[in-house]
C-alpha cells in the first residue's frame, strides 16, 4: 500500500489566516491525490480531486496543488466553519488515507 | 438529491459475521459512471478504504488487501442497493462504517458518503 504522511497533525489558526497543509506519499503517484474535510460526527467531504480540481459547490478560498509525492491544500482566508480535520487520500493504487490535520481555533 | 444510507446491526459478536447494506437513491448502483464503496473510520486505524463493486457491462469488485481474504460486497439490482459482509471479526473491526459513491475510476474520489454506522464487535 502507498503511506500517505500529512504534516502537520494539527494546528492553531485565526480566522482570517492562510493555512497550508501538507501531505506527502511514499511513492510518486502523479496528481492522483484527493482531499477532505470532515467535522466531528459526519462523514467527509471532498474538498478537492486530482491535485487541484475544486469540488463543485466548495467554496474558492479552498485550493489543492502539487504532484509526484508532494501536495498542499491551502485555505486562503480561515472562515469559522473551516475548523475541522482535513485528511489526503491518494487513488494512485487502492485508495489510502493521510491521517489528518485537525485545524483548530487560536 | 442523490443520497446513500447505510443500515445494519450496530454490535456483532467476535468471530461471527458484520452485514452492512448501503440504500442509493438518486442514482443507480448499475451505473456505468459511479462505483460503490465500503470504507471504515476507527482512532486506532484513521480511515480505510475496504472494497468497492461497479458494473461496466459486467460486475467488478475490488478489495483492500487487509481484509480481502473475508471481505464479499454484492449489489442488488432490485433493491437498488449494495451490501457488505466481513466474516470472523474481531474487536479490531470496531469502527464506523461508510457507504460512499465514487465516480471516476481512475481518479477514485468519494464524492457521496452515508452518514455512518458505529459497529461494535465486543461480546
Known amino acids: 500500500d502507498i503511506q500517505m504522511t500529512q504534516s502537520p497533525s494539527s494546528l492553531s489558526a485565526s480566522v482570517g489566516d492562510r493555512v497550508t497543509i501538507t501531505c506527502r506519499a511514499s511513492?510518486?503517484?502523479?496528481?492522483?491525490l484527493n482531499w477532505y474535510q470532515q467535522k466531528p460526527g459526519k462523514a467527509p467531504k471532498l474538498l478537492i480531486y486530482a491535485a487541484s480540481s475544486l469540488q463543485s459547490g466548495v467554496p474558492s478560498r479552498f485550493s489543492g496543488s502539487g504532484s509526484g509525492t508532494d501536495f498542499t491544500l491551502t485555505i486562503r482566508s480561515l472562515q469559522p466553519e473551516d475548523f475541522a480535520t482535513y485528511y489526503c487520500?491518494?487513488?494512485?493504487?487502492?485508495?489510502?488515507f493521510g491521517q489528518g490535520t485537525k485545524v483548530e481555533i487560536k | 438529491q442523490v443520497q446513500v444510507q447505510q443500515s445494519g446491526p450496530g454490535l456483532v459478536k467476535p468471530s461471527q459475521t458484520l452485514s452492512l447494506t448501503c440504500d442509493i437513491s438518486?442514482?443507480?448502483?448499475?451505473?456505468?459512471?459511479?462505483?460503490w464503496n465500503w470504507i471504515r473510520q476507527s482512532p486506532s486505524r484513521g480511515l480505510e478504504w475496504l472494497g468497492r463493486?461497479?458494473?461496466?457491462?459486467?460486475?467488478?469488485?475490488d478489495y483492500a488487501l487487509s481484509v480481502k481474504s473475508r471481505i464479499i460486497i454484492n449489489p442488488d439490482t432490485s433493491k437498488n442497493q449494495f451490501s457488505l459482509q466481513l466474516n470472523s471479526v474481531t474487536p479490531e473491526d470496531t469502527a464506523v462504517y461508510y457507504c460512499?459513491?465514487?465516480?471516476?475510476?481512475?481518479?477514485?474520489?468519494?464524492?457521496?458518503w452515508g452518514r455512518g454506522t458505529l459497529v461494535t464487535v465486543s461480546s
Open positions: 460512499a459513491r465514487s465516480g471516476d475510476l481512475s481518479y477514485w474520489f468519494f464524492d457521496l
Open positions: 438518486g442514482d443507480s448502483v448499475s451505473s456505468n459512471s459511479a462505483a
Open positions: 463493486t461497479y458494473y461496466r457491462s459486467k460486475w467488478y469488485n
Open positions: 487520500q491518494q487513488s494512485y493504487s487502492n485508495p489510502t
Open positions: 511513492q510518486s503517484i502523479s496528481n492522483y
